[in-house]
Every structure is written in C-alpha cells, then in structure tokens.
C-alpha cells in the first residue's frame, strides 16, 4: 500500500517517462488523424493507409503499462487507457491545448490515487 504522495509521484514518473521520453516523434505525429504522413517516406510499392489509430492506441497502451507497473491494478490501468486516449484525441482534433492535455492527465492521475488510496 502507498501513501497517497508517493503513489502520486509514481505516477507522475510513468507519465513524463510515457508522455515525453517514450513517445517518439513518429508517434506523436502518427497518432494526429489530421496530420498527413510525408509522402516520400512511403516505401516504394506502398501506399497510404489510415494508421492513426494504431498509433494513438499504442501510445494510450503504453500509459497503461505504466499505470500496471506502478499500481498492479487493472482498473487503474484500464482508466488511464481510456481516459489518456480520449484526452490526446481532443488535443489532435484541436479542442484542447497542450496544457489543457496535460491539465486533465494530471487530473486522471490525481483520481487514480484518490481512488486507490482513499
């Protein structure tokens, strides 16, 4: 069991390791449907696909592993899943901000510890 504090900070951890460390310019641009890929980066003989949503589940994914890593609960991990896909969708489709995004991903990891701390 965690003090409220140090779960928190855990998580805070996972999320700047996730958020900015792990998450590589291919998929931050990969994961914006608005954003189209560079043409001439397609290897000859391929075309353009629709990939947005591999790329914005893999990364929502990865924020969930760190949520599992850090709680060893599947709720948890289940919550930040959901709920850091829909935060980035909005930012991709312009309805937030930067600071907005990372407003209500701290808000999310602030209930997180409510929840499993209180």
């Given at each position: 069991?965690?003090?409220?504090?140090?779960?928190?900070?855990?998580?805070?951890?996972?999320?700047?390791?996730?958020?900015?460390?792990?998450?590589?310019?291919?998929?931050?641009?990969?994961?914006?449907?608005?954003?189209?890929?560079?043409?001439?980066?397609?290897?000859?003989?391929?075309?353009?696909?629709?990939?947005?949503?591999?790329?914005?589940?893999?990364?929502a994914?990865?924020?969930?592993?760190?949520?599992?890593?850090?709680?060893?609960?599947?709720?948890?991990?289940?919550?930040?899943?959901?709920?850091?896909?829909?935060?980035?969708?909005?930012?991709?489709?312009?309805?937030?901000?930067?600071?907005?995004?990372q407003?209500?991903?701290?808000?999310?990891?602030?209930?997180?510890?409510?929840?499993?701390?209180?």
């Amino acid at each position: 069991m965690f003090t409220p504090l140090i779960l928190f900070f855990k998580l805070l951890i996972s999320h700047a390791l996730c958020d900015f460390a792990l998450q590589t310019p291919s998929m931050a641009s990969g994961k914006n449907r608005n954003i189209r890929p560079i043409d001439h980066a397609l290897p000859p003989g391929q075309t353009l696909s629709t990939v947005w949503p591999y790329w914005l589940t893999s990364h929502a994914l990865i924020h969930a592993g760190g949520v599992l890593l850090v709680t060893n609960n599947m709720a948890a991990s289940l919550l930040q899943f959901v709920s850091h896909w829909v935060v980035d969708f909005m930012k991709c489709e312009s309805f937030t901000n930067v600071h907005i995004d990372q407003s209500l991903h701290l808000l999310f990891l602030l209930v997180t510890t409510w929840a499993l701390t209180a």
